[in-house]
């Protein structure tokens, strides 16, 4: 295992407003105590691009987990959706017919589902 890591900045602030913003000065308030780090280990909300890049001019790395959701995660994909024969009733995997149907600019389409079932209009 490498050195033994110790806390070489400390600032408080209001625990009711975002911190995110607190690495850049962090980086260079160690840089002044002689302590720079080569790689920074944050949490998700320190690894913005913004900081990510800041960090980079400064000769740090910034290692964090990537932010934001997975965008398909809990998605329903579209080979799960079945149509009607001979019309354009979209079905939904729980068998159920599309409420709302509308076209997209890229020619494809938005439908929309209700819990319960009801006659499409």
Request: charged share 30%; net charge neutral.
């Amino acid at each position: 295992m490498g050195k033994v890591n110790h806390v070489t900045y400390v600032k408080l602030e209001p625990a009711h407003e975002r911190d995110a913003h607190a690495l850049i000065s962090a980086i260079k308030g160690a840089e002044k105590s002689g302590f720079k780090p080569k790689v920074v280990l944050a949490d998700t909300s320190y690894g913005s691009d913004e900081n990510v890049q800041k960090a980079k001019d400064l000769d740090v790395t910034v290692d964090s987990p990537a932010s934001g959701k997975d965008p398909e995660a809990g998605m329903i994909k579209n080979e799960e959706f079945s149509q009607y024969e001979n019309t354009k009733d979209l079905v939904c995997p729980k068998g159920r017919k599309h409420w709302t149907l509308s076209k997209t600019k890229n020619n494809g389409c938005v439908a929309g589902f209700n819990l319960v079932q009801r006659e499409s209009p």
